[in-house]
């Protein structure tokens, strides 16, 4: 874990209150956890960095200090499989308000899960584990521990899933790799006990997990 960077990266978003994607991205994998492929493009002759280095289909989200909540502002567009489709969706992100760029990612797959933080004044980081995605607050079915965790504690998060059969295998459906997952899981409350007294929360959702690996597809870090 490159503890140095990760603290250089939230010092220079202080003053912001929160640390930008593309930001929050560098640190998780400084930290060791898988991000997906990305490039920030800003104007359209860097479609053509996004062609050499990505391969469609692609997910593209609007970078801009002013907005916390990218669906607020319908600035996620998802499927995106053509050169012109990346123009069209530059050109409206850079009519929101704020905007610095756009980060731009190959598509993921698998089930969705919430992995978060949020650093409690009394008790330190607590880790949360759930089922993710937009249902989020609607499924309401998620587990809690203190940090740091360790394999066992993981094991008991998910079995007090209500969904923990989805994770498992279900109705023929490929199992997600749970070896992955702990290992993602340990990797994130190491950093969160490294950084807590920089953060008050984070929340990576959705991180996608499927039989080979879990990919974290959106991150937000609020500090303290």
């Not at 053509?82 to 992100?93: A, G, M, N, Y």
């Not at 009394?122 to 759930?130: D, S, V, Y």
Request: hydrophobic share 45%; with cysteine.
């Amino acid at each position: 874990m490159q503890i140095k960077k990760i603290e250089t990266i939230l010092k220079e978003s202080a003053q912001r209150g929160w640390v930008l994607e593309p930001d929050a991205k560098k640190i998780l994998s400084l930290a060791g956890i898988t991000v997906p492929k990305s490039v920030v493009m800003k104007v359209p002759t860097d479609i053509a960095i996004v062609e050499r280095k990505l391969d469609y289909p692609l997910v593209a989200k609007i970078v801009s200090p002013q907005v916390i909540h990218k669906s607020d502002v319908k600035g996620v567009v998802l499927g995106i499989t053509s050169p012109e489709e990346l123009k069209t969706v530059l050109q409206r992100f850079t009519k929101i308000k704020g905007f610095v760029g756009v980060i731009v990612e190959e598509m993921v797959k698998g089930i969705e899960l919430i992995i978060g933080a949020k650093n409690d004044y009394q008790f330190g980081p607590m880790i949360l584990l759930g089922m993710g995605g937009t249902g989020v607050e609607i499924y309401r079915d998620s587990s809690l521990k203190m940090a740091p965790i360790g394999e066992a504690d993981i094991d008991a998060m998910i079995e007090n899933l209500k969904a923990k059969k989805l994770l498992q295998g279900y109705r023929g459906a490929d199992a997600i790799n749970l070896v992955v997952l702990k290992k993602l899981l340990i990797s994130f409350s190491r950093m969160t006990m490294k950084i807590d007294k920089y953060i008050e929360s984070i929340d990576l959702n959705p991180v996608m997990c499927n039989a080979k690996a879990c990919v974290v597809a959106d991150a937000r870090i609020m500090l303290s």
